[in-house]
């Protein structure tokens, strides 16, 4: 599975739970080139993934409670294989 590297989580209430925002730099890493992905995430929620310029690079965006769910990390860890997404602490 490719792998970003260690990404700074932004966290927003303003976005829906389920939906991700990264720069398409950081979404090249993991060989995504188009401006929106639908995933599952491993724990079998369906997520939406957005490459966004306005974006900051190396971070990620997230909501507010989805962060709480990771366990509020600082930094992630994005993997993309096969329509799977994983979120790592890193």
């Known amino acids: ?3 970003t590297s260690p990404l700074k989580t932004l966290c927003s209430t303003k976005l ?3 939906r991700l925002n990264i720069h398409p730099n950081e979404g090249a890493d993991i060989g995504l080139m188009m401006t ?3 995933a599952r995430y491993k724990d079998g929620m369906d997520v939406e993934l957005q490459l966004l310029n306005e974006c900051p690079m ?3 965006e997230l909501s507010s409670r989805m962060w709480e769910k990771l ?3 600082s930094k992630v860890r994005l993997g993309y294989e096969n329509g799977t997404l994983s979120i790592d602490p890193a």
């Open 16 to 18: 829906p739970e389920n």
């Open 58 to 60: 190396e971070s990620v």
């Open 1 to 3: 599975m490719k792998s």
């Open 71 to 73: 366990g509020k990390p």
């Open 36 to 38: 929106k992905y639908s």
